[in-house]
């Protein structure tokens, strides 16, 4: 059975390149496969979670990084602090997603990432925060949403354990789903 192959985009630990791993193992991602991990940081932990299970993984340099990823590329899943071009992703259009960890369009868009997310979500003290997987395009988390988690806000949350809840609860979830259902249509469109 022919799948989508799947390049995962990081630049840090890894722990949504790990969700995909493991929908991979236990069978809830059976229409694409992850076929290459790529960093944009030599030091990413991704890598090596990427070497473990058994997936080929590198290192780009910032120099020509589009133009050197766009030639490995069939399906993308951003998950990364890396900014791409119109270009790039008007040419990807449609099968470059990315997970971000709230609700869309609260707490997002140039200088929105990490925990600067949940500071600013306790700082305006809401109730609900949650994670978003959607298309990427020209706009940092501008494209069309695909699927939303709640979860709450909890007495006494910090930005750092308000951030843990967030992936366990939305981000680990809601990737790998909307993973399935991007490469399932993808696979559609193609027959």
Known sequence: MRKIKIAVLVSGGGTNLQALIDAQADGSLTSGEIVLVVSNRMDAYALERAARAGIPALHL????????????LE???????????????????GRIINVHPA?????????????????AALARGVKVTGATVHFVNEIPDGGEIILQKPVAVLPGDTPETLQERVMRQAEWEILPEAAELVSKKLLEESR
């Not at 340099?61 to 490995?72: T, V």
């Not at 869309?104 to 925990?115: E, N, V």
């Open 75 to 93: 399906i993308v899943l951003a998950g990364f602090l890396k900014i791409l071009s119109p270009v790039f992703t008007g040419r990807w259009a």
């Open 61 to 72: 340099e910032s120099d020509r990084f589009e133009a050197r990823l766009g030639g490995l």
């Open 103 to 119: 609700l869309i369009p609260a707490f997002c868009g140039k200088g929105y990432y990490g925990l600067r997310i949940h500071e």
